[in-house]
Structures are given as structure tokens and as C-alpha cells.
């Protein structure tokens, strides 16, 4: 997949299920496009469900996929009326998470927008299992828009005012870093760079990961103050070290600074590799105080 520049954003694709979450999703995506100058994609894959037990002749079965495919295109269309900015509209049949894998798999996508509900337990095993799909398999960036009853909880596209991006130390270039700055650029954001200390301090910062846990503070943030080198006029990049699980400092310092939006890389763990998320990545999809914005490690 091509990389854009660290300012550009040339495609932002909205993966919509006409859920009553839609059309703030849309909207959100519509003013991330008109900010970048970006093309902006009305995506929907239609899921035709069979009756295994009493299953419709061939016929009928053609004639109903045909008449939701028909209707799906009009939803697609009267969302897109109410968008100011042109868009292109898609519309897959089978499996949402399969079709969206296919798509940005061979057509460049700089970032998905999609709805999420902050979710657990039964409820989870249920319905949450489409959201993690997505960003297990998706090649690119998704942006899960955190949702209540009055709106996106959090920011709404126009006011992602606070990034917080949690930055590892292990790698050279963090492609979860690079994203949020460029997020950061073309929203005239606030980005704040959070490493997470989970082992006892002592004093050298030359070495091994492990070494590198075990310096004080201060040095470590001034490591961080380089992850972003070559800043340009008008960034604004702050540094925090906090201690302990990833996961719960991101969520902790979230919500001390009011932020709008969490960015996190995505590691792909398991046996097969592509089968399951790291585990900070997989507890912030469903406990995350605000937007959260995932980043594969490949991208």
C-alpha cells in the first residue's frame, strides 16, 4: 500500500451500516475530506441472509438480493444529498468486514471511518466481534467513532482538538506516531505523546527495551521529544510519561486532558498471524473514554 506524504490525506472511505449512528458518521468523514481536500467514500456491503431450514428457491432468493442492493443504493444516495462535498459511492454484497478487506486490499485508502459502541460481556461476543473484524483485517487506519445518544462522544470532526498517541520505544519509526501527526497537522490539533513505563526506574537509556523501561522520567521524555523531529511552525506536541498497563494509562491520561481522540498501533499476535490484536489495542476498542483511531504496524 502507497504511503501519503505526512501532510496528505487522499481518500477517506465511511464504512456505514444505516444504524442510527450513520448519518453523524458521514458527517464526520465529510469534514475530515473538506479538510484534507480528500475524496470521500460512501461504502455499505449488503449481508443476504439464507435460511438454512427453510430455504428459498434460487429465484426468489436472486429477486430479494436484488430488491435490499436496490435499496441500499438509494440510502447511499440520500446520504449522499446531504453531504456538501462530492462522493463516490460503493456498495459490496457478503460479508462487511470481508468486503472491506477486498476493497482497501487493492484501492488506497488513507483511513475508514466507522461507528462504535463502547461495549462488553454477552453483548460483546455478540455484536463486537464485526468491529474487532475490522481492524484485525483492514490494511489501513480506522477511525471508531465513540457514540452515545446525543452525538460522538468526544470530538465531531471539527473539534479533535487533543491526540493522544501512545508511543513505543522499541521501534525506530512508529507508523501510529506518523498518522496522528498527520492528523494532528491537518486538523491543527494538539498531539500528546504518551510512553507508559511498566517497570521499575533506574538510569541508563542506552540498550535494551528493558534498559531503555528503566530510565528516569526525564530522559525518556526527551527521547520522545525526538519521535517527532523536524517539527513545523504552529505544531503543537506535548510529552507525558506515565506509569503502568498501556491500556489504562492511555485510558487515565484520556481523560486528564479532556482528549478527543485516542491513536494506538495495531500488532497482530497469534498463532496465524492476522487472527487476533495486541492486547492494548483489543481493551481500548471496547473501554476507550472517547474516539479511538487504530494504526496497523504495516501501514
Known amino acids: 500500500m502507497r504511503?501519503?506524504?505526512r501532510e496528505a490525506m487522499d481518500t477517506i472511505l465511511c464504512?456505514?451500516?444505516?444504524?442510527?449512528?450513520?448519518?453523524?458518521?458521514?458527517?464526520?468523514?465529510?469534514?475530515?475530506?473538506?479538510?484534507?481536500?480528500?475524496?470521500?467514500?460512501?461504502?455499505h456491503s449488503v449481508a443476504f441472509p439464507i435460511d438454512g431450514i427453510f430455504a428459498s428457491d434460487r429465484?426468489?432468493?436472486?429477486i430479494k438480493a436484488r430488491r435490499l442492493a436496490r435499496e441500499a443504493r438509494q440510502r447511499l444516495e440520500a446520504l449522499a444529498a446531504e453531504v456538501e462535498a462530492p462522493c463516490?459511492?460503493?456498495?459490496?454484497?457478503?460479508?462487511?468486514?470481508?468486503?472491506?478487506?477486498?476493497?482497501?486490499?487493492?484501492?488506497?485508502?488513507?483511513?475508514?471511518?466507522?461507528?462504535?459502541?463502547?461495549?462488553g460481556g454477552v453483548e460483546r461476543l455478540i455484536v463486537g466481534t464485526v468491529v474487532e473484524r475490522m481492524v484485525v483485517k483492514a490494511a489501513c487506519p480506522i477511525l471508531m467513532l465513540r457514540m452515545h445518544?446525543?452525538?460522538?462522544?468526544?470530538?465531531?470532526?471539527?473539534?479533535?482538538?487533543?491526540?493522544?498517541v501512545g508511543c513505543d520505544l522499541r521501534q525506530s519509526r512508529d507508523p501510529a506516531v506518523d498518522f496522528a501527526r498527520r492528523l494532528a497537522l491537518g486538523l491543527r490539533a494538539e498531539l500528546h505523546l504518551l510512553h507508559v513505563l511498566e517497570a521499575p526506574l533506574?538510569?541508563?537509556?542506552?540498550?535494551?527495551?528493558?534498559?531503555?523501561?528503566?530510565?528516569?522520567?526525564?530522559?525518556?521524555?526527551?527521547?520522545?521529544?525526538?519521535?517527532?523531529?523536524?517539527?513545523?511552525?504552529?505544531?503543537?506536541?506535548?510529552?507525558?510519561?506515565?506509569?503502568g498497563v498501556p491500556a489504562e494509562a492511555l485510558r487515565r491520561c484520556a481523560r486528564e486532558i479532556d482528549c478527543d481522540l485516542i491513536v494506538v498501533g495495531v500488532h497482530r499476535v497469534g498463532a496465524l498471524k492476522g487472527a487476533l490484536i495486541?492486547?492494548?489495542?483489543r481493551q481500548l476498542l471496547h473501554k476507550a473514554p472517547c474516539s479511538l483511531l487504530t494504526v496497523p504496524e504495516s501501514f
Open 149 to 164: 445518544p446525543g452525538g460522538v462522544q468526544g470530538g465531531d470532526g471539527q473539534e479533535f482538538a487533543r491526540l493522544l
Open 88 to 119: 463516490e459511492l460503493l456498495l459490496a454484497d457478503g460479508d462487511p468486514v470481508e468486503a472491506l478487506q477486498g476493497l482497501v486490499r487493492f484501492r488506497p485508502v488513507d483511513l475508514v471511518v466507522t461507528a462504535s459502541r463502547g461495549i
Open 278 to 281: 495486541g492486547t492494548t489495542a
Open 202 to 243: 533506574d538510569e541508563d537509556l542506552n540498550g535494551s527495551y528493558e534498559e531503555i523501561q528503566k530510565a528516569p522520567p526525564d530522559r525518556i521524555a526527551r527521547r520522545l521529544e525526538a519521535v517527532c523531529p523536524d517539527r513545523r511552525h504552529g505544531e503543537r506536541i506535548f510529552t507525558r510519561v506515565y506509569p
Open 3 to 5: 504511503r501519503a506524504s
Open 15 to 43: 464504512a456505514v451500516d444505516f444504524s442510527s449512528f450513520t448519518p453523524q458518521t458521514v458527517r464526520v468523514g465529510a469534514r475530515l475530506a473538506k479538510s484534507y481536500g480528500a475524496r470521500l467514500i460512501l461504502f
Open 59 to 62: 429465484p426468489e432468493r436472486d
